[in-house]
């Protein structure tokens, strides 16, 4: 069974740092990753999706990374803004028809 | 890109009332719809897995009879919340894929729903 875990849960940092938020998985059988923003009270806005056979992909400032072996993914986000807070979600299907099994997510908060 | 539209996106009714929320995919015809409800301060969680002209598969723990999902065409998927009670409040999220064969394709979301029962 599959299982999707994110860390840190909460992460707070003033404005302009670079950051990595971090997010592992159990089986490694996956056919994609995928990184979402979710703001409250809001869906989820798609930010990367790394095919299982990719390592990673790159979209503005942010960038994530995927290691099937090793079962990670980090989602690296250069010169942090405050427009940035918002709970970053990590996502794995096993097919493109199955399921897609969510991380708990990780509140970030940006500092003016 | 392929969108999903989702419809409505807030509601708030009395408790004992029934509530059919919508997803369509708008660009693309959906084999498969899936509904993911989120409870605060919680992840994502499935609900069931709808195929287009099948009955939906239900993920454990979640009553049937009380969320009932019809998948009857290739663009439409609903979800009625029968009865609903204050404890059904949530946020409901839908995602559409379909099958080429040939080419990748990632699941698609809705912008969710948010259901509140009074």
């Known amino acids: 069974k599959q299982e999707v875990t994110q860390i840190p849960a909460a992460l707070s940092v003033p404005e302009g740092e670079n950051l990595v938020l971090n997010c592992s998985f159990t089986?490694?059988?996956?056919?994609?990753l995928q990184w979402f923003r979710q703001d409250p009270g809001k869906g989820l806005t798609s930010l990367l999706l790394?095919?299982?056979?990719?390592r990673e992909q790159t979209s503005g400032r942010l960038n994530a990374s995927l290691d099937k072996s090793s079962g990670r993914s980090t989602l690296y986000i250069a010169a942090s803004q405050p427009g940035d807070s918002a709970t970053y979600l990590c996502?794995?299907?096993?097919?493109?028809?199955?399921?897609?099994?969510f991380g708990p997510g990780t509140s970030l908060s940006v500092i003016p | 890109g392929a969108v999903v539209s989702q419809h409505p996106s807030w509601v708030i009714c009395k408790s004992g009332t029934s509530v059919k929320i919508e997803c369509r995919s708008l660009?693309?015809?959906?084999?498969?719809m899936f509904w993911y409800r989120q409870f605060p301060k919680q992840s994502l969680m499935l609900m069931a897995t709808?195929?287009?002209?099948?009955?939906?598969?239900?993920e454990q723990g979640v009553e049937k009879d009380k969320f009932l999902i019809n998948h009857a065409s290739l663009t439409l998927s609903t979800l009625t919340v029968t009865s609903a009670h204050p404890e059904d409040s949530s946020f409901y999220i839908c995602?559409?894929?379909?099958?080429?064969?040939?080419?990748?394709?990632?699941?698609?979301f809705g912008d969710g729903t948010r259901l509140s029962i009074l």
């Open positions: 660009d693309f015809q959906a084999t498969t």
């Open positions: 996502a794995v299907p096993k097919t493109s028809y199955d399921k897609v099994i």
């Open positions: 089986d490694s059988a996956i056919y994609n």
């Open positions: 709808s195929n287009e002209g099948s009955k939906a598969t239900y």
């Open positions: 790394i095919q299982s056979s990719q």
């Open positions: 995602s559409a894929t379909f099958l080429t064969g040939a080419v990748d394709q990632p699941q698609h």
